[in-house]
């Protein structure tokens, strides 16, 4: 908790991110006493049924069911770089809505968010007694470098965070941090027991995570093998900067914040998503021993999320590898 604010004071720990998710739910709907959401276009929040209801991710995409009626989506494309530009209009001005958001979010290609959305999005849901959850499973715990939660880019304080993936380096372990109203509010319904969650071995192993983190520098070290990154990658926007300008990609966006970034590829006959070169660049690199992934709506954006220990040499290495790749797919593909 001495990683938070100090009115993030309580904590409730589980064995999944997608737990977190679930529970986050349940003190929400305590809390607000109404079952209203806001989500993100393509926001993956976890696995349970709730969770599923609240991640256009899945309901939206193969055998999904399609969008619950209590939920409304905020296409968070809209607000890359600072137009805060957003469906607002669409958010009736006295339910108290419960808004959640990833704080990049991963399945929609990496997209970081504006302050001034996230300014304006959670003043207006608090306005009508609503809150707003972060979900931190894949952007916590010092990640993006410039902060140790990622939800801090954009100076808002959440009501609820959702913990998970790195919190137990491996180890099943979630956790939701709330205000203390918010978990007061949830003392007096249904009693919430999970068998697992808290147990000591969890808890010495996240205690371990965080001592970790803070003596090897790791927040440092993603800021500053982040930022490298990205201005390597960078140059790759640059058409100038490639040999000739004869292939079906081009680097369309680089973007992200320490560890936790994408590159996107688009076509540059037409500008649609250039999928079919991202997954193959993505294959290619792996045969270079390079897990990356494809993410985003079209499977256009090159996702790169390493372990917290990775060095300015692998980076070096890396970024030798993917523009060898890239500039080799641009000189094969005529
Ligand atoms: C943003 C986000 N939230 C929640 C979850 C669910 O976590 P878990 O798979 O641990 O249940 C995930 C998992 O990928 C995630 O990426």
Known sequence: LSKFPPSLNRIFFVNSGSAATDLAVRLAEAYTGRCEYLVLDYAYHGNTRA?????????NRKG???KPDNVIILDGSKTIGNKGEINLQE???DVPYTFFAESIVGCAGQIV???????KTVSRVRSAGGIYVADEVQTGFARVGHSFWAYELYDVIPDMVILGKPMGNGHPMGAVVCTEAIAKSFET???FFSSFGGNPVSCVIGSAVLDVIEEEGLQQNALTVGEYLLNEMGFWKNKENWLPDVSDFVVRAVRGSGLF????????ANGLPATKATVEIVNKMKDRGFLLSTDGPYNNVIKFKPPMC??????????????????????TSI
């Open 261 to 268: 970034l994408g590159i996107e590829l688009l076509s540059p």
């Open 113 to 119: 968010l504006s302050s001034d959305f996230m300014q």
């Open 310 to 331: 990775f060095t300015m040499e692998n980076a070096g290495e890396l970024i030798r590898e993917l523009s060898s790749v890239m500039a080799f797919r641009k000189l």
């Open 189 to 191: 319904g249904m009693e």
């Open 64 to 66: 999904g069911k399609g």
């Open 91 to 93: 958010i009736s001005g």
């Open 51 to 59: 969770a599923i209801g609240l991640s256009p991710y899945k309901f």
